[in-house]
C-alpha cells in the first residue's frame, strides 16, 4: 500500500534536506520552497514526480520526488526517493574558488566579528 501524498515538511526532513521537521516547515513559511512557481505552506501535499526548488542562498536547488515517505531514512537510501536536477552552475556557486561563495575568507583574516556575523545573518535570511 503506497501512499499518493506526502506533506511537503515531512518529506522534505524524511529525505535529509532538512535537519528537522521544524526547519523544514520554517523554511516553507518564509517562502524558501517552490512547487510549480509558487511558495508552499507546510501543509502542502506533494506527490510523484513533483518538481521542488529550495532557495538556500546564495544556491537554488532543484529536486524531483521519485517517491513519497514520511519516515526519515539512512543517507544511503536517499537516492531511492528524491533525485537531484540541480544544474551544475548552481552548485558551483558554494565553491570558495569560484568567487561567488559568500562565506569565503581570505586565510588570515580571522573570525568574523560581532557586527559581520550579524551582516552575513541577515542577509542570508
Same mark, same amino acid.
Given at each position: 500500500m503506497e501512499k499518493k501524498e506526502t506533506r511537503i515538511d515531512k518529506y522534505l526532513w524524511a529525505v535529509r534536506l532538512f535537519k528537522s521537521r521544524s526547519s523544514a516547515s520554517e523554511a516553507c513559511r518564509k517562502g524558501k520552497v517552490i512547487i510549480s512557481g509558487n511558495p508552499?505552506?507546510?501543509?502542502?501535499? !506533494?506527490?510523484?514526480?513533483?518538481? !521542488?526548488?529550495?532557495r538556500k542562498p546564495p544556491v537554488t536547488y532543484t529536486y524531483k520526488v521519485k517517491c513519497l515517505l514520511e519516515n526519515r531514512v539512512g543517507a544511503k537510501l536517499v537516492?531511492?526517493?528524491?533525485?537531484? !536536477?540541480?544544474?551544475?552552475?548552481?552548485?558551483?556557486?558554494?565553491?570558495?574558488?569560484?568567487?561567488?561563495?559568500?562565506?569565503?575568507?581570505?586565510?588570515?583574516?580571522?573570525r568574523p566579528t560581532k557586527r559581520e556575523r550579524r551582516e552575513i545573518e541577515n542577509f542570508l535570511e
Amino acid at each position: 500500500m503506497e501512499k499518493k501524498e506526502t506533506r511537503i515538511d515531512k518529506y522534505l526532513w524524511a529525505v535529509r534536506l532538512f535537519k528537522s521537521r521544524s526547519s523544514a516547515s520554517e523554511a516553507c513559511r518564509k517562502g524558501k520552497v517552490i512547487i510549480s512557481g509558487n511558495p508552499v505552506k507546510p501543509s502542502h501535499n !506533494i506527490a510523484e514526480n513533483d518538481i !521542488i526548488i529550495i532557495r538556500k542562498p546564495p544556491v537554488t536547488y532543484t529536486y524531483k520526488v521519485k517517491c513519497l515517505l514520511e519516515n526519515r531514512v539512512g543517507a544511503k537510501l536517499v537516492s531511492n526517493y528524491l533525485e537531484d !536536477i540541480t544544474p551544475e552552475d548552481e552548485k558551483n556557486k558554494i565553491k570558495p574558488e569560484s568567487g561567488n561563495f559568500f562565506g569565503y575568507r581570505p586565510r588570515g583574516t580571522g573570525r568574523p566579528t560581532k557586527r559581520e556575523r550579524r551582516e552575513i545573518e541577515n542577509f542570508l535570511e
